[in-house]
């Protein structure tokens, strides 16, 4: 993708002839990797493991008649790098607590050092007091993770980048924009305009349009009283007769992505591309995305995706490479800012 094949996918990286290679296998500052896959990442986390060429991790999950979480390892983790793949998808309260209960196995076993990569972290767009007397579940969250034993986190696209600072543990806060915009790069689409699907999502966008040298555009809506559905209400900058990409962070019921899309065509747009992170879609946002008339739907597995319910013009994109990297460079104590030209 997007010129060399010794470029890491996700990344600005790409390998020198004769540069050392980081293996899995090389024994570090806190022994050597071992890799656990959280139910809601079994996949993800196999990919991961390939990309290491390591196996995953042996454990035992049960939950008893009372609903509580049963976990067992089937494997020795004393003075070992460990590093626990648990996204929080659907149940979000079951996966949570799931990976809280393993961070604390994990310490309780003696290892070395205890990271939890979260692809998906939950309740961050509680991220501040919008309203009277509300909480910051988003603070919560990284207390909880912190109280339990992690000593780092690696997470893929915050809603907010604030959330970073919620943390008191060193961590890596990733983003899956690299492996998107090299895809739609790489598809030398004409006559194409970037178009944010919000305002709170234009300095991102920003940097979609610079980086495919387009122009960018930005769908201004505004949510109605008692609406579920926002509406989308004008176009700032212009797509008539030209293809667009609509950029976004996450989608769950695609409402305000396809009324979007509706103000886009009513501006006179051709095809139009739909490119977010975070897949959290439920079955409306399948149907009203099968209805909308999409050229393409590209979108990463930080979150497990249906099979069942894809549609003939969705894409997924792996960020396995991405986050097999961080995991290598992080356990060689190397630099992940220079996987990103940082």
């Known amino acids: 993708m997007n010129g060399s094949k010794d470029k890491i996918p996700g990344t600005k990286y790409v390998r020198k002839p004769g540069s050392h290679i980081l293996l899995a296998s090389s024994p570090g500052q806190f022994g050597n990797i071992l890799l656990f896959c959280g139910s809601a990442s079994k996949e993800l986390g196999g990919e991961i493991a390939d990309y290491l060429k390591i196996k995953p991790g042996d454990y035992h999950r049960s939950v008893f008649s009372n609903e509580n979480i049963f976990i067992q390892l089937k494997e020795s983790v004393r003075g070992q790098d460990v590093y626990l793949v648990q996204t929080m998808a659907s149940p979000v309260h079951d996966n949570l607590m799931e990976m809280l209960i393993m961070i604390d196995t994990l310490k309780r076993d003696s290892a070395a050092r205890i990271n939890v990569i979260i692809p998906y972290l939950s ?43 919620f943390f008191n543990i060193p961590g890596d806060a990733l983003t899956a924009f690299h492996l998107l915009s090299d895809y739609m790069q790489d598809k030398e ?58 950029v976004d962070d996450e989608v769950l019921t695609a409402g305000s992505a396809v009324n979007a899309i509706h103000a886009i065509r009513e501006a006179g747009a051709r095809d139009i591309y739909f490119a977010f992170s975070h897949s959290l879609m439920n079955d409306k946002a399948y149907e009203r995305l099968a209805e909308a008339n999409i050229k393409e739907i590209i979108f990463t597995n930080t979150l497990p995706v249906n099979r069942e319910k894809m549609l003939p013009n969705m894409t997924i994109l792996s960020v396995a490479p991405l986050l097999g990297e961080v995991i290598l460079r992080a356990h060689a104590g190397r630099s992940v800012g220079e996987l990103f030209n940082e």
């Open 123 to 165: 309740y961050s767009r509680s991220d501040k007091k919008d309203q009277p007397r509300v909480g910051i579940a988003a603070r919560l969250v990284a207390n909880i993770i912190e109280v339990a034993g992690a000593d780092r986190y690696i997470t893929i696209d915050l809603h907010a980048g604030q959330i970073q600072g």
């Open 189 to 246: 689409i004409p006559d194409l305009v970037v178009v944010s699907a919000d305002l709170g999502f234009a300095k991102k966008g920003r940097n979609w349009a610079e980086k495919l040298g387009t122009p960018h555009a930005i769908v201004e809506k505004r949510r109605v009283d008692n609406a579920e559905r926002p509406e989308a209400l004008s176009i700032i900058g212009d797509v008539s007769g030209k293809n667009v990409l609509l």
